[in-house]
């Protein structure tokens, strides 16, 4: 169990080994030399009510959340449709498709698969280093 102070300079909260008890250290935050308490300095003070109060952003905390990540949120509805948008009825001799997969909504915009951003980085990055080139050539020759 580390022992848990803060820096006299900066008030940065420190945990260090008990065998570093008594040593000087130099503070992470703001470099400084600071003397290492032979046990921690904060008590974890108690509420009036007698309850314990969590100790805020420690390590526990965390190790809680990952143990118990929070559930996904449930999936937002559908937006109600646009009054203004046009209406097209239905007719009953074209049959509606019926597909088990779910569709992805289609939205304005330009989509990529992993492969094709993959691509165009690659092509962007060997544009810009031929322009350079030719740079540099038209710069050697124009002013050589």
């Not at 470099?31 to 008590?43: G, I, K, N, S, T």
């Not at 965390?62 to 937002?76: G, I, R, Y």
Request: proline share 17%; charged share 10%.
């Amino acid at each position: 169990m580390p022992i848990r102070f803060r820096c006299r300079h900066c008030n940065q909260l420190m945990g260090i080994a008990r065998r570093k008890a008594g040593t000087m250290v130099s503070c992470p935050t703001c470099r400084a030399q600071v003397l290492v308490p032979m046990q921690d300095e904060e008590p974890h003070p108690q509420p009036l009510g007698g309850a314990v109060a969590p100790p805020l952003f420690e390590r526990s905390d965390f190790e809680a959340f990952l143990d118990n990540p929070p559930e996904a949120p449930a999936p937002a509805p559908p937006p109600a449709p646009s009054p203004f948008a046009p209406t097209m009825p239905s007719s009953p001799s074209i049959p509606e498709p019926t597909s088990t997969a779910a569709r992805a909504p289609s939205s304005p915009g330009l989509f990529l698969s992993p492969t094709q951003a993959t691509w165009l980085t690659v092509s962007v990055i060997l544009l810009v280093a031929l322009a350079f080139g030719a740079g540099l050539l038209v710069g050697y020759y124009w002013m050589g």
